[in-house]
């Protein structure tokens, strides 16, 4: 099979490079899960009844803003994961085991998002998790006891890889933290693996973030081999093509570090980054590549897989999901010299959401395209490299990471691609 009909997106994309972060030693090859393990093509995902969009339908149908509740009315009618970053074991486990419940009797799959894990975010928006490994270990297992024997799937801690204390600003001079890290992640994998029909997937931050090798080493080192696979794009706002191609390097990166010629063993530092720039240092980093919304370059990363991998067998590479929560627009490209830190992450403006959920992608190793952001909520309270105290693209001080705000819901509706109903005759 070839890469194009691997990937069914263009090649016209960008950027050789082979100088990653040192992503560390490969484990072993990631195993093929059992099927009880890998979602349906026609899996159907739960609807939450109580999720922030439909609140927010009722209030714009009160107050005659018929277009925003019909909008609204739509997106509560999607499925979108249900983030658990709170409570005892006790108290997880008996929201998990309700919602369990209720997906049975709708014969529909719930998507949970495990967001605990300590140190989690560095001192950033999101900032908290457990107090220490015993009690996030202890709160995962109740998660897992929720679950229990039914079907659901599981995206484990996003950016705690792609973000490991390492590299906060603080840094972690002795190491200790980011081993505890790794520990925490491998320890809920192990755990929510257990369950036999839990579809677990490892988060790895997005296309726009850890070189390819420095991505697939820290999944391997965070017992990737234990699960169907991994994540991307969760909360941002990278192209679906784009993330398609970065997961696909990915995946072909872990297998030629575990299966691939004995010189590539462990080495998962010698694959080919997506940042390139032959006017920059060839050092793989973020920064010193073309700008990144510029892939025209990217052909050159496909060339080096088609070398150095060639066509592993597509039963033997690692599957993925991604969050097209927000990407229908793509990602936001700040006014050059604007800001001193644009945060392009935080409450992009202008953005839309993307491609609808699907287990039925139409690609061999996307599992599913879902909506792992809470749709309508802040990712924090952006001051874009000013003083503040307002965000500068919108005037007003943004809300509390994971509050609602009924602005940003709107627009990201208004602004979806595909357009929703109501506004595909626009």
Known sequence: MSRASRLLVPVACAALASGVLGG???????ATPTVDHVLPKDTRFYVDPEAGAARQAVTDFKAGRIQD???????ASWPQAIWLDYGTP????????????????????????????????????SAGGAADPEAYRAWVQGVADGIGTGRAA?????????LLPRDCPEGDPDGTRTEQRYANIRAAVDIVAAEPKTSVYLDGGSSNWQPVGELAGRLLKANLAKTQGFSLNVSNYQPTDQLNRYATWVSECVWYATEGPAEARGRTDACASQYYSPAA????????????????????????????????P???????????????????????????????????????????????????????????KTIGESDGTC???????????????????????PD?????????????TFDAGR
């Not at 509740?69 to 997106?75: C, D, F, P």
């Not at 070398?307 to 592993?312: M, Y």
């Not at 990407?327 to 993307?354: L, V």
């Not at 940003?408 to 929703?420: I, Y």
Request: proline share 9%; net charge negative.
């Open 24 to 30: 560390g030693a490969a484990a072993a090859a990631p």
């Open 154 to 162: 599981v995206i484990v801690e996003p950016d705690g890889l792609a």
């Open 90 to 125: 006790a108290e997880i486990e008996k929201v998990v085991r309700k919602t369990m419940r209720a997906a049975r009797v709708t014969g529909t799959v719930p998507v949970f998002v495990l967001y605990n894990v300590t140190g989690r975010d560095c001192s950033f928006y």
């Open 383 to 405: 001051h874009r490299g000013t003083a503040g105290p307002v965000d500068p693209e919108y005037g007003v001080e943004d809300p509390a990471a994971g509050a609602w705000w």
């Open 281 to 312: 240092p060839n050092d793989g980093r973020p920064g010193n590549a073309v700008d990144f919304s510029d892939t025209s370059t990217w052909k050159w990363v496909d060339a080096w897989y088609d070398q150095a991998v060639g066509e592993p």
């Open 314 to 372: 597509v039963k033997d590479l690692t599957h993925y999901v991604l969050d097209n929560s927000r990407n229908g627009k793509g990602a936001w490209i700040p006014p050059a010299g604007k800001y001193a830190d644009a945060e392009p992450w935080c409450n992009a403006p202008g953005r839309g959401i993307g491609v609808r959920p699907t287990a039925n992608t139409g690609l061999p190793l996307a599992d599913a395209y879902l909506y792992v």
């Open 408 to 420: 940003f819901a709107h627009t990201l509706a208004a602004n979806a691609s595909p357009a929703l």
């Open 69 to 75: 509740g019909l909008r609204m009315a739509q997106l």
